[in-house]
Nanobody
Framework: QLQLVESGGGLVQPGGSLRLSCATS????????IGWFRQAPGKEREGVTC????????DYADSVKGRFTISRDNAKNTVYLQMNSLKPEDTAVYYC???????????????????WGQGTQVTVSS
Protein backbone atom coordinates (compact mmCIF):
# COMPACT_ATOMS: atom_id res chain seq x y z
CA GLN A 1 0.00 0.00 0.00
CA LEU A 2 1.24 3.44 -0.89
CA GLN A 3 1.90 5.64 2.14
CA LEU A 4 2.38 9.40 2.12
CA VAL A 5 3.87 11.64 4.78
CA GLU A 6 3.79 15.44 4.59
CA SER A 7 6.33 17.71 6.27
CA GLY A 8 7.47 21.31 6.18
CA GLY A 9 4.44 23.08 7.58
CA GLY A 10 4.66 25.76 10.24
CA LEU A 11 4.04 29.37 11.13
CA VAL A 12 5.16 32.02 8.66
CA GLN A 13 4.55 35.75 8.30
CA PRO A 14 2.56 37.13 5.38
CA GLY A 15 4.79 37.40 2.32
CA GLY A 16 7.00 34.56 3.53
CA SER A 17 7.73 31.17 2.00
CA LEU A 18 7.48 27.52 2.95
CA ARG A 19 8.32 24.31 1.14
CA LEU A 20 6.18 21.29 1.85
CA SER A 21 7.39 17.79 1.12
CA CYS A 22 5.35 14.66 0.48
CA ALA A 23 7.44 11.54 0.96
CA THR A 24 6.01 8.30 -0.34
CA SER A 25 6.76 4.68 0.48
CA UNK A 26 5.35 1.26 -0.17
CA UNK A 27 5.40 1.56 -3.94
CA UNK A 28 7.44 3.57 -6.37
CA UNK A 29 5.64 6.80 -7.01
CA UNK A 30 6.47 7.15 -10.69
CA UNK A 31 3.11 5.74 -11.83
CA UNK A 32 1.06 7.98 -9.54
CA UNK A 33 -0.12 11.50 -10.04
CA ILE A 34 0.06 13.59 -6.88
CA GLY A 35 -2.20 16.35 -5.67
CA TRP A 36 -1.91 18.88 -2.89
CA PHE A 37 -5.11 19.82 -1.10
CA ARG A 38 -5.90 22.11 1.78
CA GLN A 39 -8.71 22.50 4.24
CA ALA A 40 -9.32 25.44 6.53
CA PRO A 41 -11.70 25.22 9.51
CA GLY A 42 -15.31 25.39 8.36
CA LYS A 43 -14.37 25.24 4.69
CA GLU A 44 -14.45 22.56 2.05
CA ARG A 45 -11.31 20.75 0.98
CA GLU A 46 -9.71 22.63 -1.92
CA GLY A 47 -7.55 21.19 -4.66
CA VAL A 48 -4.50 23.45 -4.67
CA THR A 49 -2.35 21.83 -7.34
CA CYS A 50 -1.46 18.53 -8.96
CA UNK A 51 1.32 17.00 -11.00
CA UNK A 52 1.13 14.07 -13.40
CA UNK A 53 3.20 10.93 -12.86
CA UNK A 54 5.59 12.01 -15.63
CA UNK A 55 5.88 15.49 -14.16
CA UNK A 56 5.04 17.05 -17.52
CA UNK A 57 1.59 18.25 -16.57
CA UNK A 58 0.64 20.48 -13.67
CA ASP A 59 -2.48 22.39 -12.72
CA TYR A 60 -3.05 25.13 -10.14
CA ALA A 61 -6.02 26.72 -8.46
CA ASP A 62 -6.44 30.36 -9.46
CA SER A 63 -5.89 31.38 -5.85
CA VAL A 64 -2.28 30.12 -5.90
CA LYS A 65 -1.18 30.60 -9.51
CA GLY A 66 2.10 32.45 -9.73
CA ARG A 67 2.85 31.86 -6.04
CA PHE A 68 2.96 28.08 -5.59
CA THR A 69 5.01 25.57 -7.55
CA ILE A 70 4.66 21.80 -7.47
CA SER A 71 7.53 19.52 -8.45
CA ARG A 72 8.53 15.92 -8.05
CA ASP A 73 11.68 13.85 -7.74
CA ASN A 74 10.71 10.29 -8.58
CA ALA A 75 14.18 9.02 -7.71
CA LYS A 76 13.54 10.21 -4.14
CA ASN A 77 9.83 9.28 -4.19
CA THR A 78 9.06 12.80 -3.05
CA VAL A 79 6.83 15.61 -4.26
CA TYR A 80 7.34 19.22 -3.22
CA LEU A 81 5.13 22.26 -2.90
CA GLN A 82 7.03 25.54 -2.90
CA MET A 83 4.80 28.28 -1.52
CA ASN A 84 5.87 31.90 -1.92
CA SER A 85 4.19 35.22 -1.13
CA LEU A 86 2.02 33.51 1.44
CA LYS A 87 -1.19 35.17 2.54
CA PRO A 88 -3.30 34.70 5.68
CA GLU A 89 -5.95 33.03 3.54
CA ASP A 90 -3.46 30.27 2.74
CA THR A 91 -3.76 29.10 6.34
CA ALA A 92 -5.01 25.51 6.36
CA VAL A 93 -4.06 21.90 6.85
CA TYR A 94 -2.29 20.79 3.69
CA TYR A 95 -2.58 17.22 2.47
CA CYS A 96 -0.89 15.34 -0.34
CA UNK A 97 -2.68 12.54 -2.09
CA UNK A 98 -1.90 10.00 -4.81
CA UNK A 99 -3.78 8.21 -7.54
CA UNK A 100 -2.62 5.82 -10.17
CA UNK A 101 -3.02 7.47 -13.56
CA UNK A 102 -1.66 7.83 -17.07
CA UNK A 103 1.58 9.82 -17.42
CA UNK A 104 -0.15 13.01 -18.57
CA UNK A 105 -3.16 12.94 -16.24
CA UNK A 106 -3.54 15.38 -13.39
CA UNK A 107 -6.64 16.34 -11.43
CA UNK A 108 -7.44 18.62 -8.49
CA UNK A 109 -10.64 16.71 -7.67
CA UNK A 110 -10.09 15.20 -4.27
CA UNK A 111 -12.61 12.38 -4.71
CA UNK A 112 -10.40 10.80 -7.41
CA UNK A 113 -7.54 10.15 -4.99
CA UNK A 114 -7.06 6.86 -3.18
CA UNK A 115 -4.12 7.49 -0.89
CA TRP A 116 -3.76 10.37 1.55
CA GLY A 117 -1.22 11.69 3.99
CA GLN A 118 -2.05 12.83 7.50
CA GLY A 119 -1.68 16.53 6.73
CA THR A 120 0.59 19.34 7.87
CA GLN A 121 -0.54 22.66 9.33
CA VAL A 122 0.38 25.88 7.57
CA THR A 123 -0.37 29.10 9.43
CA VAL A 124 0.25 32.50 7.85
CA SER A 125 0.03 35.22 10.45
CA SER A 126 1.92 38.24 11.74
Amino acid sequence: QLQLVESGGGLVQPGGSLRLSCATSGYTVDSYSIGWFRQAPGKEREGVTCISSSGYRTDYADSVKGRFTISRDNAKNTVYLQMNSLKPEDTAVYYCAARKSFPTQCSRSYYLYNYWGQGTQVTVSS
